[in-house]
């Protein structure tokens, strides 16, 4: 069986937004790009990344309305990266060793790329387990 890389199965589109925007403006691009998270800038520097997940559990769970919160205030700040030609398993163990569900994907100049998330190592096994099967 082949060896299945983190660019076969990544999320090509990244959205950047500055650390300064609202968390509800921040929610309606990812629903238009049909994304789960957006990267966080801090003027051209990297400055973490916001999920979904962490717009209901800290502004929305926490009565805090989402537009007076800015991505900024919620931002996860330890950026996590691996190059795209890993392994998914090399993926899936950092993913495990950092207690993340998302990594950003670079290339071999250390340029991002994609993004990769547990639900995608997940498709892919699901894939491969229902190939077994066949």
Known sequence: MAIVRVADVMTKRIVYLPSETPLDEAARAMAEADIGDVVVTEGANLAGMVTDRDIVTRSVATNKKPSSV????VAVREI???EQSSTLKEAADLMRQRAVRRVLVADA?????GIIALGDLALVHETAVTAQRS
């Not at 800015?70 to 205030?73: M, V």
Request: glycine share 8%; aromatic share 0%.
């Open 109 to 113: 100049d250390r340029q991002l790329v």
């Open 80 to 82: 996590v990266i691996i």
């Open 70 to 73: 800015t991505l900024g205030e």
